[in-house]
């Protein structure tokens, strides 16, 4: 009998139409190309030079960037068929590491729901742990853990009764659920827990008697005056044990254990990449579960099915052997109807990742990605003797494991070893996802994108614009960090995989480099009006084709696949777009100029944790899509200098044209600030309009003018 379905996959039917394009669209580049190369030979000028620069960037990350689109595939997986190929007993043992920092950006509760929205897995119980790491070093969060051990004694059998699908407590209970006779004392239950920790974290301080257990007390005891967050011993706590601790119906329970490992002010900790490698030396120790699974601390499960899917991969007996990894894409629960910011990251988490994903793979993204714990840990090779430790998980609390936990979780256990180099979670960037996915392709490891109608997972995202410009600011540093290293995706990428893939990679780390035709075009095509300077062909020249038709085809291009193959809606389109001009003016260049500086030895960044908490009035202003500014953000300042010097070329362009009739010469630099223009709406009613918080402040306001007028004077110098 041939074995049932597990998953299966087909190329993405627009392919032909991809392919297609893309030549079309590389001969027309060339073209422009070639012209700017006769301009550079026979009338070079700044102005020339800058627009081949502009040009040139432009066109090399798109001609990257149709990698993605070469080979798309869309999968299925059929979880109901699982129990047909494997049964129960055989499933194997599934260790959750969930990361948190910082307990002012990352509330406790908030954590605690995403711990057990997964501690409630269906999924046998006896085989599931989970690893909250804290590298926030905070009481409050082992507290907040007590707390969740006691509830989900009482929460994991609800769920399982009564097949509730929010398993997180905060979005069950957010929903209206049915209600059943339990119902009513679970949520008395938990709405207790929530303000409990609540305030304890609020008070900044634990008062013992909060503390009751003796065996807590120890942990407790830890945090001495001199523990800081920087600075600190080891703490593990094991909040729930498989073998000894049972929920209210008498079933066994998940293991549930904390660590905040070793920390000493001198000694890089290599952030989120450091912390998820303590964890698999530390559950390799403990349970040594084959499959990993790797989240943030705001993601939480939105299907308790997900590990079946997972396993529907790892469990065929025809699978790949060299598939490393299963990637669930990150999905948000809290974006608003346009998404004005941008933050569902449709491009890169449900059309680019299809390309890769027809490749070799789509790529971590930092949580929701099953890993199979020998292709990222090579525990062997590191002093952990897994092999030894078998745990029937009585060992679990023994004073054996134990130490050799608070061993491996030191922060001098990774000198001389191969972690973060070979093993692990890679360091060297901030975007440690992108470049341990990188490597283990690289090392010939293939993935799987997994995207199940219903969201696997649901996080939170930024709310307002300098969190959002920020956070992009972060990964496309760490972007160069990865680019600009020993194994550079374009160098030894494409020499060790498929160099399509590979491409991939170059695209996604270079892509900061859009700083420079973006902010080119921003200004110079403007600045040229003001003074009366026409830079492009005249509508009447051939060459005006060429601009039209590059123009529409990448704008055309980029809409079909948003809205049209991708089911977007147009507002969330336009939005997306203007986002991607507005990193280009703050994000990206601030990303080059950061990483510049670091690399030259001036200055250090570190991982700035994205803020989950929003406050009443900016989450109303974004529920209502309204664009806020509000704080005296840098990121802020070119944005508002673009917009300023736009408008102004766009009124002396049209005047020119009213005045003099010029159409013909300028009509595509009025045409270009014109865009802007309507593009920097927002911006302008932030500047004069609004009264509310997410008002520009005043001082960025008032600096970009004369910053606009001195652009002008200088290029009048120039010109
Ligand atoms: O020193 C650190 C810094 C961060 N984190 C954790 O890392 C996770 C991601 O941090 P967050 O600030 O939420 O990052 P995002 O801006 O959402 O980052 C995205 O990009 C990161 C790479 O830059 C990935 O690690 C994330 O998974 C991905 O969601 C959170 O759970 C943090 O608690 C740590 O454990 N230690
Ligand atoms: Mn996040």
């Not at 190309?33 to 006769?38: A, D, G, M, P, V």
């Not at 890089?268 to 559950?283: D, E, I, Q, T, W």
């Not at 830079?535 to 079909?560: I, M, Q, R």
């Not at 009264?691 to 010109?719: C, E, Q, W």
Request: proline share 5%.
């Amino acid at each position: 009998m041939p074995t049932p379905l597990l998953h299966s996959s087909k190329p993405l039917s627009k392919t032909w139409l991809n392919r297609i394009f893309s030549l079309i669209y590389a001969v027309t580049l060339s073209l422009l190309l070639l012209r700017h190369f006769r301009n550079l030979i026979y009338s070079r000028t700044s102005i020339s030079v800058a627009l081949f620069v502009a040009d040139f960037v432009f066109a090399f990350l798109w001609l990257t960037s149709q990698c993605f689109h070469w080979n798309p595939i869309e999968r299925k997986v059929f979880p109901e068929n699982l129990k047909q190929v494997v049964t129960e007993s055989e499933y194997p043992a599934l260790d959750v590491l969930i990361c948190t920092a910082d307990i002012t950006k990352e509330p406790p509760v908030g954590v605690v729901n995403t711990a057990l929205s997964v501690l409630a897995y269906e999924y046998p119980t006896e085989k599931l742990s989970v690893y909250i790491s804290d590298d926030g070093g905070s009481e409050m969060t082992l507290y907040a853990f007590m707390e969740c051990a006691k509830f989900a004694k009482h929460w994991i059998p609800y769920c399982k009764k009564h097949g509730v699908v929010d398993r997180a407590p905060e979005v069950y209970f957010g929903n209206d659920p049915a209600k059943y006779p339990q119902t009513d004392e679970i949520k008395s239950m938990y709405e207790n827990m929530k303000s409990r920790v609540e305030a304890v974290v609020q008070s900044g301080s634990l008062r013992s008697d909060r503390v009751t257990e003796p065996e807590f007390r120890d942990a407790f005891s830890k945090w001495t005056p001199d523990f800081t967050r920087r600075h600190h011993p080891t703490v593990i706590q094991i909040l729930l044990d498989n073998n000894a601790d049972k929920d209210v119906a008498g079933d066994v329970m998940p293991n549930l254990i904390y660590v905040s490992r070793e920390k000493n002010s001198d000694k890089p900790h290599n952030f989120k990449a450091g912390a998820l490698n303590v964890m698999l030396r530390v559950s390799g120790l403990m349970t040594n579960g084959p499959i990993v699974l790797v989240l943030d601390c705001d993601m939480y499960s939105n299907d308790p099915e997900t590990p079946l899917r997972a396993l529907c991969y790892f469990m065929d007996p025809n699978a790949d052997p060299k598939l490393g990894f299963v990637q669930f894409p990150q999905r948000f629960s809290t974006i608003n109807k346009n998404d004005i910011y941008a933050s569902e990251f449709k491009p890169e988490t449900q059309i680019l990742s299809l390309g890769m994903d027809g490749l070799l793979g789509a790529q971590f993204m930092g949580t929701g990605g099953f890993f199979k714990r020998n292709v990222i840990s090579d525990n062997s090779s590191c002093g952990v003797a897994t092999g030894s430790v078998q745990i029937n998980s009585k060992s679990l609390k023994s004073k054996g494991v134990l130490d050799s936990a608070h061993e491996v979780a030191s922060c001098n256990y990774e000198d001389h070893t191969k972690w973060g180099s070979e093993i692990g979670f890679r360091y060297g960037t901030i975007t440690e996802d992108t470049y341990t996915s990188f490597r283990l392709h690289c090392e010939g490891w293939k993935s799987v994108l997994c995207n199940p109608k219903r969201a696997a997972f649901l996080g939170g995202s930024p709310s307002n614009l300098n969190d959002t410009l920020t956070q992009i600011k972060r990964w496309y540093m760490g972007f160069l960090e990865i680019f600009f290293n020993k194994y550079c995706p374009l160098t030894y990428g494409v020499r060790s995989m498929n160099p399509l893939h590979a491409l991939c990679y170059t695209h996604y780390t270079l892509r900061s480099f859009w700083s420079i035709p973006i902010i080119v075009y921003a200004f110079l095509p403007q600045i040229s009006l003001i003074n009366s300077v026409p830079v492009f062909t005249k509508v009447s020249e051939n060459g005006f084709l060429l601009y039209v038709f590059l123009f529409l085809g990448a704008y055309g291009k980029d809409f079909l696949d948003f809205v049209v193959f991708a089911r977007g809606s147009t507002l969330r389109w336009w939005n997306h777009q203007r986002m991607w001009l507005m990193w280009g003016l703050s994000s990206y260049p601030f990303a080059l100029l950061e990483w510049s500086l670091k690399y030259f030895g001036l200055s250090t960044f570190g991982f700035s944790v994205t803020s989950k908490v929003v406050n009443e009035e900016q989450s109303r202003l974004y529920e209502e899509g309204m664009i806020e500014f509000g704080v005296e953000s840098v990121l802020f300042f070119p944005i508002s200098v673009a917009s300023v010097v736009n408008l102004w070329s766009f009124v002396k362009g049209v005047m020119d044209v009213v005045i003099n009739g010029r159409l013909d010469e300028f009509f595509v630099q009025i045409f270009i600030s014109g865009f802007a223009v309507v593009n920097s709406w927002s911006v302008y009613e932030c500047m004069v309009l609004r009264k509310d918080r997410g008002k520009m402040p005043l001082k960025i306001t008032l600096a970009s003018i004369p910053a606009a007028m001195l652009i002008y004077f200088l290029s009048s110098l120039v010109f």
